[in-house]
T-cell receptor, first 112, second 116 residues
Framework: DADVTQTPRNRITKTGKRIMLECSQT?????MYWYRQDPGLGLRLIYY???????NKGEISDGYSVSRQAQAKFSLSLESAIPNQTALYFC???????????FGPGTRLTVL | AQKVTQAQTEISVVEKEDVTLDCVYE???????LFWYKQPPSGELVFLIR??????QNEISGRYSWNFQKSTSSFNFTITASQVVDSAVYFC?????????????FGQGTELSVKP
């Protein structure tokens, strides 16, 4: 089984809908991250969490919220999806020294 | 501010050619890590290499090699005798130190197309 899983893998939704992307990990890492990938822009950090009680905004947090339900779970929510949130979303976990990240397979989100 | 620049947006080569992907970074940290990831058409991110700021030795892994030069803040990636399976988007990334969050700052990516 994969160490970092993301559900759903693909999602098409409509403008204004609320949507949640979920991430689970079995690596036992404390740190988890959500990134967004857009063509020509690379990956940009949305939110990150050092542990269940410590959540921090990244570079592009507007329009997103997160929930760290447990050490192993970190969810990303779009409260009211808009078309420019169409992107590939990656979850990642950080190794104990923080110098390596392990990525999930990605969730491709389309907002119509 | 920390930044990673991959000036080459797209590169197209013919199979068996050598190709170098450039990566230039900016950071004020003295301790940092540099990475290369490969993203094939299937979309997942494949880890290729990690290099810490204190290790400037070049590294070779099969047809892949990396040249890290702190003097020019560059971490370039060379594929020797390219193959069609090397076609992908390649990302260079810089990691902040653990105490600053360990976040990754990615370059824009270079799309490599290797034609038969």
């Amino acid at each position: 089984d994969a160490d970092v899983t993301q559900t759903p893998r693909n999602r098409i939704t409509k403008t204004g809908k609320r949507i949640m992307l979920e991430c689970s990990q079995t690596k036992g890492h404390d740190r988890m991250y959500w990134y967004r990938q857009d063509p020509g822009l690379g990956l940009r950090l949305i939110y990150y969490s050092f542990d269940v009680k410590d959540i921090n905004k990244g570079e592009i947090s507007d329009g997103y919220s997160v929930s760290r339900q447990a050490q192993a779970k970190f969810s990303l929510s779009l409260e009211s999806a808009i078309p420019n949130q169409t992107a590939l979303y990656f979850c990642a976990t950080s190794a104990p020294r923080g110098d390596e990240q392990f990525f999930g397979p990605g969730t491709r989100l389309t907002v119509l | 501010a920390q930044k990673v620049t991959q000036a080459q947006t797209e590169i197209s080569v013919v199979e068996k050619e050598d190709v170098t992907l450039d990566c230039v970074y900016e950071t004020r940290d003295t301790t940092y890590y540099l990475f290369w990831y490969k993203q094939p058409p299937s979309g997942e991110l494949v880890f290729l290499i990690r290099r810490n700021s204190f290790d400037e030795q070049n590294e070779i892994s099969g047809r892949y090699s990396w040249n890290f030069q702190k003097s020019t803040s560059s971490f370039n990636f060379t594929i020797t005798a390219s193959q069609v399976v090397d076609s992908a988007v390649y990302f260079c990334a810089l990691s902040e130190s653990y105490n600053q969050g360990g976040k990754l700052i990615f370059g824009q990516g270079t799309e490599l197309s290797v034609k038969p």
